[in-house]
């Protein structure tokens, strides 16, 4: 059987209980957290969108046929029993018994059928499963069939892969082409979406489902139950760092997902706030151009991109403290199996002299360079660091300014950057998933079907899709270099570094599950 991604040995990650005192900070209740994300919810659709603060969304409110446990094996979530084929080719799936959605209607088989093929059509490793898949379908109320074409060791793995499982929407929802947007909130998962309270900018609220039926496993990861222990959540957008700082000191927060790490001492000396590292493995932090467009339509051009890039200048922007970050010579998430030094001598090595060269010879007079800036998330600095050293070679950038929300339907665009279009733009992938040639969105190359910046390459595309049915652990780990050096050759993207990034509590809030994911069941208020 084909290696797993799942297996990928990062024990480092596990469930774990954060300290804490019992306390009830002012201006809140047991029962209601408080909680500053990294970024403000615009979008709401997990399949439209790769956007992290989306994800996180969609994990309070839908759930998935399979989750994972804290060494990424796929365990069953929605799934009750599943039965595989002596030939690997047909899986039979039964959800378990009690599920529902927030309007009370029970989940069925073809609610699942239907949301697993709108998100085999933008997930990267739901378009690889798309590829090995002849049928899915539903055999009755609660069984569905997924029968392939050739045996592929990935099935329940991708479907409740932690970066971007197959959430569960009902038929109706999840018959929506793929490439518009949802608007219709119906979940499946521990919490409602309150959308009459929903203020874009603003705030987000979350509710416990009354009728959501818990497995009876303990809590893993993503698998198990999912207990919710709290009655109301509020996400509380406050794109200042200072004021969600103050507002965490003073207890008018719970939480905030991701401090700015430059004023993390400003909690020095308050023992009701406490500060962790929620996923150690961490994030990869990438560049990515757009293929499509002038220059960088031109591979000469996004090859200029590796000798415009120290990493410690990003990371020293992004994560401050050294405890927090370093450099990688790898496309594939350093620290994991897949990690390769292969084409590593372009890593890392600026040379801004090389780089002018290279732009000069694919071509470049002078067009504007529209590089992305969010000014309200973690790799906005990234884009401030690429904007000064591509002027530093006589690029002619223009730096537009957003917040993260415009910046995720912007990137979407095709358009060319007089019409809207785009140039670069900057963007974090949890690690579990840069660490799979499958998850890892910057990798496809599929054209019109890759993620966004539109690389197309037959051949970086063909070892991609090699990779899992591999079974020789020397001959995948070929692919992955060959791979690399194939992605390196066309300039796919650039990796400006890796870091872990610190959550700040208050001390009453226990817990929190360590994961690349922000998971908010089994928390509660003390």
């Not at 509380?236 to 207890?251: F, H, I, K, W």
């Not at 962790?276 to 994030?283: E, Q």
Request: glycine letters at 6%; charged letters at 20%; proline letters at 7%.
């Amino acid at each position: 059987m084909a290696w797993k991604p799942c297996l990928i040995a990062l024990s480092a990650l596990s469930l774990i209980s954060l300290p804490a005192l019992a306390q009830t900070p002012a201006g809140a209740t047991s029962k209601t957290l408080k909680l500053v994300p990294h970024a403000d919810l615009r979008n709401i659709d997990p399949v439209w969108t790769t956007a992290i603060i989306t994800r996180n969304h969609a994990y309070m409110v839908y759930d998935a046929l399979f989750g994972v446990d804290e060494g990424f094996a796929p365990r069953p979530q929605m799934v009750g029993e599943e039965t595989v084929s002596a030939d690997g080719l047909t899986y039979t799936l039964t959800l378990r018994s009690g599920l529902k959605f927030h309007d009370g209607v029970s989940v069925t088989a073809a609610d699942a059928a239907a949301s697993v093929s709108r998100w085999m059509k933008r997930d990267a490793e739901g378009q690889a499963l798309a590829s090995v898949l002849a049928e899915i379908k539903a055999i009755d109320v609660r069984t569905l069939t997924v029968k392939l074409k050739q045996p592929y060791g990935f099935v329940e793995s991708s479907l409740g892969r932690i970066g971007a499982p197959a959430f569960i929407m009902p038929e109706r929802v999840a018959r929506t082409d793929a490439f518009q947007q949802i608007d219709d909130t119906t979940g499946s998962g521990p919490y409602r979406f309150e959308r009459p309270e929903w203020r874009p900018g603003n705030l987000a609220v979350y509710t416990r489902f009354k009728d959501y039926a818990p497995r009876a496993e303990p809590t893993v990861l993503t698998a198990g139950a999912k207990l919710v222990k709290l009655e109301r959540v509020e996400w509380v957008y406050l794109p200042d760092p200072a004021t969600a700082v103050a507002a965490l000191n003073s207890g008018e927060v719970d939480m905030i997902e991701a401090p700015t790490p430059d004023l993390l001492p400003l909690f020095q000396g308050n023992a009701n706030v406490k500060i962790a590292v929620a996923d150690p493995l961490g994030m990869q932090v990438v560049l990515r151009p757009n293929h499509l467009q002038p220059p960088f339509d031109n591979p000469k051009a996004r090859q200029a991109l590796y000798y415009l890039v120290q990493q410690s200048e990003y990371m020293r922007v992004m994560a401050g403290s050294p405890e927090y970050w370093r450099s990688c010579d790898s496309l594939f998430m350093c620290g994991t199996p897949t990690a390769t030094s292969a084409g590593a001598e372009i890593f890392d090595k600026p040379d801004l002299a090389k780089a002018k060269q290279l732009f000069e010879e694919a071509g470049y007079k002078g067009e504007p360079v529209v590089v992305l800036y969010p000014t309200d998330h973690p790799s906005g600095p990234a884009a401030l660091v690429t904007a000064e050293n591509l002027r530093k070679i006589g690029v002619n950038v223009r730096l537009e300014a957003m917040d993260w929300a415009t910046l995720t339907t912007r990137r979407a665009s095709k358009n060319p950057v007089s019409s809207g279009g785009w140039s670069i733009f900057h963007t974090r992938t949890d690690g579990v998933s840069a660490a799979s040639p499958l998850a890892n969105n910057p990798v496809g190359a599929g054209c019109e079907k890759a993620w966004f910046g539109w690389p197309c390459d037959s051949e970086a595309e063909r070892l991609r899709l090699a990779w899992p049915f591999e079974a020789d652990e020397k001959k995948r780990r070929d692919i992955v270099e060959r791979l690399q050096l194939r992605l390196i050759e066309i300039g796919s993207y650039v990796v400006v570094g890796q870091y872990t990034m610190p959550t700040a509590y208050r001390s009453n809030v226990v817990g929190l599950i360590a994961s690349p994911a922000l998971v908010l069941w089994n928390i509660e208020k003390r």
